[in-house]
């Protein structure tokens, strides 16, 4: 049974620092890419950035390029995105997702497999 697991979520005065955490078991980061999406009361998904399975490649959107980075661990199966400067804006549940597809680039929510439960992230003074 595949579970992704999200962790680190909380709240953070404006220009503070998060460091998530997508926990995976019953799949490997070795096969899967994994997604993170954010989403906002009455908004959209959005695509926040993704890394690749084989060669680490990573995506970022233009909403959160140069403050956001991802990265993984895999002998622990655990991904990380490491959020820095966070703006008000960037207040969202944020999920982890996995996809066989490559993160050569943006993949829509669409092309996931597996969701995790979400996390909150509140950026406020």
């Known amino acids: 049974q595949v579970q992704l697991v999200e962790s680190g979520g909380g709240l953070v005065p404006p220009g503070g620092s998060l460091r998530l955490s997508c926990a995976a078991s019953?799949?490997?980061?070795?096969?899967?890419?994994i997604g993170w999406f954010r989403q906002a009361p009455g908004k959209e998904r959005e695509g926040v950035s993704c890394?690749?399975?084989?060669?680490?490649?990573?995506y970022y959107a233009d909403s959160v390029k140069g403050r956001f980075t991802i990265s993984r661990d895999n002998a622990k199966n655990t991904v990380y995105p490491q959020m820095n400067s966070l703006k008000p804006e960037d207040t969202s549940v944020y999920y982890c997702?996995?996809?066989?597809?490559?993160?050569?680039?943006?993949?829509?929510?669409?092309?996931?497999?597996?969701w995790g439960q979400g996390t909150q992230v509140t950026v406020s003074s």
């Open positions: 019953g799949v490997s980061l070795d096969v899967y890419t």
């Open positions: 997702a996995a996809t066989g597809y490559s993160c050569s680039g943006y993949v829509p929510s669409t092309g996931y497999d597996y």
């Open positions: 890394i690749d399975s084989s060669d680490s490649s990573t």
